[in-house]
């Protein structure tokens, strides 16, 4: 198994010839992430010489490709935030999906065209990432409350389960069954709640997601935003898998995402882990529209105090010293929790609960946001 130093180590064998020293050297790698022998980071590069970084990044691509344990290495560019400059550098990886049973095959560097604006698939007009630093925080649960929420307050929305590590949404949003292809090629999703639903886990199944390799995960994420007939959507929640990695890039490589909801619980932990996750977001040019503090507060059924198990107010701190929105707490409660899992989330289930309610808050802030307009 190769580790973060040996990666480093590499990566410090290589010039970065504009600034005469190398790219360790000169904090150039962010968000390494090693995972099952897959390695990806982001090169941060000066906005004007992006194009001049492309031997750079297919020369610290190819050096960590070469260390023993690698199976696949993806390294994409991104430019400090200039006015009016490319958000990021898309390297032309994988442009056809393979389908769900392709086999793996090993990444390659190739020249990176002239940088471009990603696009959303056809007929939806914002896409909004649900995102965590750490699993079991309740993204996902977030993320179909938060969908349901929406589509009650009239607006057309989608739910691409891009949680490719633990697709829930079907259960949550009580959907199953593979989704029916026509031609072979257009892929038609499910609708439930008023949330029309493409899921991973409807492809292939909760389990056998699990042992999928990098390369087809990012293939089968493409497939879902170019080829499932969204219809017009006035948004497009993505519920990503827990840390920062591929799939996020991946996602922001090919959809022009307007912007990324952070869930965290308040413990330190979790929240130290949110910080990463807001960190490559930023890194990757996706602006975040706010932390949700998940499992905040816990009303005892019988004696009725308020109890705070994980902690409270640790997201609201917090999102006030990383300077980005705070969009709401959301209690820890049995409720969410077996409609959630029933398939019929408490949006749904009990609209004028108090649960429900704060997840209604939440999305009238986003509502409220300039992401959703
Ligand atoms: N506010 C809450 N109150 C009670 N239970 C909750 C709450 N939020 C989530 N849960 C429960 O916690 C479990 C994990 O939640 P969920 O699957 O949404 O987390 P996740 O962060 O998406 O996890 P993973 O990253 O592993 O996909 C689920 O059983 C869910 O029903």
Request: aromatic residues 2%; hydrophobic residues 45%.
């Amino acid at each position: 198994m190769v580790d973060e130093a040996a990666v480093r180590a590499a990566l410090a064998q290589i010039l970065d010839p504009g600034r005469g020293t190398d790219i360790i050297t000169a904090d150039q790698v962010k968000a390494l992430t090693i995972r099952d022998g897959q390695v990806s980071f982001i090169l941060e590069v000066d906005a004007a010489r992006g194009a001049a970084m492309e031997p750079v990044r297919a020369a610290a691509e190819r050096a960590v490709a070469a260390l023993p344990g690698v199976e696949r290495v993806s390294a994409i560019m991104t430019a400090h935030a200039v006015a009016g400059a490319p958000r990021t550098m898309p390297h032309a990886e994988s442009p056809a999906p393979p389908r769900p049973h392709a086999h793996s095959h090993a990444h390659t560097a190739a020249a990176p065209a002239a940088p471009q604006k990603p696009q959303n698939p056809a007929g939806v007009k914002t896409v909004i990432a649900v995102a965590s630093g750490k699993g079991g925080v309740g993204k996902s649960t977030v993320a179909a409350n938060l969908a349901v929420a929406l589509a009650a307050r009239g607006k057309k929305v989608g739910m691409l389960d891009a949680d490719v590590y633990g697709p829930s949404q079907p259960r949550m949003l009580g959907v199953s069954g593979r989704p029916s292809s026509p031609d072979g090629r257009i892929i038609l999703p499910h609708r439930n709640h008023g949330v029309t639903l493409m899921s991973l886990g409807l492809m292939v199944g909760e389990d056998e997601a699990l042992v999928w390799r990098g390369p087809m995960l990012m293939g089968a994420l493409q497939q879902m935003l170019s080829q499932v007939q969204w219809g017009r959507l006035d948004v497009l929640v993505v519920d990503l898998p827990p840390g920062t990695g591929d799939v996020q890039m991946t996602l922001c490589q090919n959809a022009d995402v307007a912007g990324a909801v952070v869930v965290s619980t308040p413990q330190d932990i979790a929240l130290i882990d949110a910080r990463k996750g807001i960190d490559m977001f930023r890194k990757m040019g996706t602006p975040i529209l706010g932390l949700i503090e998940n499992m905040s507060a816990f009303v005892c059924d019988g004696c009725g105090k308020v109890h705070h198990p994980f902690g409270h107010g640790g997201a609201k701190a917090e999102a006030e010293k990383l300077g980005v929105p705070f969009l709401g707490e959301i209690p820890l409660d049995l409720d969410i929790r077996v409609a959630g899992d029933g398939g019929a989330p408490i949006v749904v289930l009990k609209p004028e609960s108090p649960q429900a309610e704060a997840f209604f808050a939440v999305a009238d802030a986003l509502i409220a946001s300039d992401a959703l307009r």
